[in-house]
């Protein structure tokens, strides 16, 4: 359980007794609104920290009733100290500039004193903060889902330190930047020299080869003093932040000692010390960190902490330096707790007795440092992304935030961009339809109008470009690519990664674009960009996205997806026989495919195929998927296949032979035998975006419709008037909205419990949805008559599009056995 700041005070330690009334007069004169005489003046000291000693003022003013004024005091420790250390007035300049410019949760700061002959040292008074310290970085007592949303708060706000401009707040001067991590284990080095050696505590000669290791391994971008530097806190961990009393957000970070300018990644590092070490002083069996002891439900691991803080700071995943940097961190840490320790010895150490064990502690930091340098490999190639989802916390807090208005109630962001899509529905796609399907019909029929891409640049700037890409997927591709030169700055600029939308915010989008089949790609909403999109950002290098992601979501070059073969019944992907033989840095695929959508579109340039590397291996392993640029030689499209005729030009389904296509070795996504972990990855969101799609399809049928009822007479009477009308009506609507609700749900769990939790629902919706829409489109077309059934509406173009999607993406019959195996276990369970 968490602390309140006030249950941390304690009687005031005899060895750090002051002036009280000389501080009473000094703050009088020099605090603003502080009591002039009051009736009670009483000091008590925080009993957490070690460092610069922080007491706690309380003020009455005469007939305030009882009132009580609470203001803390922070000072340098008595005696003699090491030079640069304890520097209160560093840590005044920097609460002030901070507080004063910036949104980082810091208390407000009132007064800075350096004359020593008030209370024997300099000293500041700021505010004082009612809240929660949690002392257990465990987090005990509190569910998974608010421990999560504490570390994730942590991670955010140590995020929103790095983000001070120093420039433009006054703290240009605070530091230097440039070569920190090389002066600071010049620091350190001499500040463990001067606590240890003949006539103080003794000297580990491990942590004089650990500064020698530092040396040799700071990493390049120290050099530069550019990006990744600025404030540096120094000593930021989940006690030194205050938490608001009853929501799970920081309001005051604490205890600026060491602060300074430099590179922030040192800041990271020791902020993930707790997965490493216990730290705290003490006797102990044991100093391991969460990773030994357990890391408890909720909290999230070392690796996934930083790509929360790297998606908030905007930072590239710092796998290379990661060593160093924690390594460094160890190594300041021991320097510290021996000077700690000396000072102990010396009798004035502010943490008073508990200090004893800080020499201790100080080797077992520098054997920590050891035993990480020696690990094999201390992070993921690539960040995490499951932490970004907003979990069972996030949920609960939208549900009870929604439970007044029902839970499926768009945000006000979604609800604007709704309005905006809506529009640009009315004003550019639907005018532009017949003018689509003239070209579509016409022997230029697999050329691109150039409207479509007028339209695409103007969707662009109307910011309903991929809005499709979910944060979390976005937050990935951001980390690996943030800071590379020859990512266009559009992409940073123009969003295109998306609105930031979970795939719940999404589907309320999504189904307006699906009342038309030309917008999809309009908004690059369209499939199977957006699944392919989606593989990229969930597994690709940072080559792959910059290779092919960029210019997909800048919307330059189409894809496709080769999975299925004619000679093999492909709704069961094992039975794929298309081969990818390595030979040297190449691979080699051999194969027929067809049913590749987009394929035939003039702007695709890349597929994603499917197929096997090893015919050996256990059957769920023998697939992979590559990466295959369309003009490789050896890759045959042999022809357009027709739905009901329609053959969807200029994008089309095709027929694709590969012979002896040679692709280079880098172009594998995720590595051999991970194809069908790339295809759940996959086709969880790209089904749903389908059955979203679909549901805009059904409801611009349904209007139509209704359209249709209320001008058209038969036998005497408006159609609207018919009662078998008005009952297969009301039943559309019922079907349409049970759908609906059936389609969100799925996005909701996909978005909460991930893609393997939410595939019962995502087989639900993938089944009830295309049957919906071809009851109701083929309402819709019965109310047309024979109208209903040509080209001159969008109606059969839109039910032959239902129609495929009864098989694309998987046959009905087998996520009715989704649905009916999940339902069994459970009845089992
Ligand atoms: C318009 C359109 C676009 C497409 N786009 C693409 C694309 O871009 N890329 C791509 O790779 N593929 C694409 N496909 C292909 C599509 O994914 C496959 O057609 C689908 O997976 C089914 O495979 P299949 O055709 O080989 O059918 P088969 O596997 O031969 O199945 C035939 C039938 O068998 C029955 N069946 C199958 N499994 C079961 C079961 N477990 N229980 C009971 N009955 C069962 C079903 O009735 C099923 O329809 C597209 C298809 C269409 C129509």
Known sequence: MAISTSELLRPVQAA??????????????????????????TISQFGHGQSNPTFCLEVASPGSAGDVKRYVLRK?????????????????????????????????????????????????????????????IKLPGLSPERRKLIYQETAKTLASVHKADVDSIGLQKFGRRDNYCKRQVERWAKQYLSSTGPGK???????????????????????????????????????????????????????????????????VAYSCMAYLVDSSLGEQESYGGLEFSGIPEGIPSMAEYLALYCSAAGRPWPVREWKFYVAFSFFRGASIYAGVYHRWTLGNASGGERARHAGKLANVLIDCAWAFIVRESVLPNQPPVEIFSPGVAGKSEEVYAHSKQGIFVPSKKVLELRKKLL?????????????????????????????????????????????????????????????????????????????????????????????????????NCGAPDTGNMEVLLRYGTKEQLQEWLIPLLEGNIRSGFAMTEP?????????????????????????????????????????????????????????????????????????????????????G????????????????????????????????????????????????GLQMAVERALKRKVFGKLIAEQGSFLSDLAKCRIELDKARLLVLEAADQLDRLG?????????????????????????????????????????????????????ADGPDEVHLGTIAKLELRRARF
Request: hydrophobic share 40%; with cysteine; glycine share 8%.
């Open 16 to 41: 750090l007794r002051f002036d009280e009334a000389a501080l009473l007069r000094y703050a009088v004169a020099n605090v603003a609104g502080f009591p002039e005489a009051p009736s009670r003046f």
């Open 76 to 136: 340098k420790p008595p005696g003699v100290l090491l030079q640069s250390a304890h520097a209160v007035e560093r840590e005044f300049q920097v609460l002030k500039a901070l507080g004063a410019h910036t949104d980082v949760p810091v208390p407000k700061v009132f007064c800075l004193c350096t004359d020593t002959s008030i209370i024997g040292t300099p000293f500041y008074i700021m505010e004082y903060l009612e809240g929660r310290i949690f002392l257990d």
């Open 201 to 267: 505590p003794d000297r580990y000669p491990k942590m004089l080869d650990l500064a020698v290791w530092l040396r040799e391994n700071i990493p390049a971008e120290d050099t530069l003093g550019a990006s990744g530097t600025g404030i540096v806190h120094g000593d930021y961990r989940i006690d030194n932040l205050v938490f608001h009393p009853v929501k799970d957000q920081v309001i005051g970070v604490l205890d600026w000692e060491l602060s300074t300018l430099g590179n922030q990644m040192c800041d």
């Open 423 to 523: 529009k640009f529905m009315e004003d550019h796609i639907y005018p532009m339809e017949n003018e689509f399907y003239r070209l579509a019909q016409s022997s230029s029929r697999w050329t691109i109008h150039p409207e479509e891409e007028k339209l695409k640049e103007l969707a662009k700037q109307e910011g309903l470009w991929n809005l499709w890409i979910p944060f979390d997927s976005a937050a990935r591709a951001k980390m690996l690519l943030e800071g590379e030169s020859h990512v266009s700055p559009r992409v940073w600029n123009n969003n295109f990664l998306g609105a930031g939308l979970s795939n719940l915010e999404y589907g309320y989008l999504c189904e307006i674009m699906g009342r038309s089949v030309w917008a999809p790609q309009i908004f």
């Open 567 to 651: 000679q093999v019944a492909s709704s069961d992907a094992t039975n794929i026989e298309c081969s990818i033989t390595r030979q040297g840095d190449f691979y080699i695929i051999n194969g027929r495919k067809w049913w590749t959508s987009g394929a035939m579109d003039p702007r695709c340039k890349v597929l994603i195929v499917m197929g096997k590397t090893d015919f050996s291996a256990p059957m769920h392993k023998q697939q992979s998927m590559i990466l295959v640029d369309a003009n490789t030689p050896g890759v045959h499209i042999k022809r357009p296949l027709l739905v009901f005729g329609f053959d969807d030009a200029p994008h």
């Open 653 to 700: 389904h095709a027929e694709v032979i590969f012979e002896n296509v040679r692709v280079p070795v880098k172009n594998i996504l995720l590595g051999e035998g991970r194809g069908f972990e790339i295809a759940q990855g996959r086709l969880g969101p790209g089904r749903l975006h389908h059955c979203m799609r679909l549901i805009g399809g059904a409801e611009r």
């Open 755 to 807: 893609n393997k939790k939410a595939r019962g629902t995502i087989a639900m919706a993938k089944v009830s949805t295309p049957n919906m829409t071809l009851k109701v489109l083929d309402f819709a077309m019965q109310v047309h008559g024979a109208a209903g059934l040509s080209s001159d509406t969008v109606l059969a173009h839109l039910w032959a599009t239902a129609r495929t999607l009864r098989i």
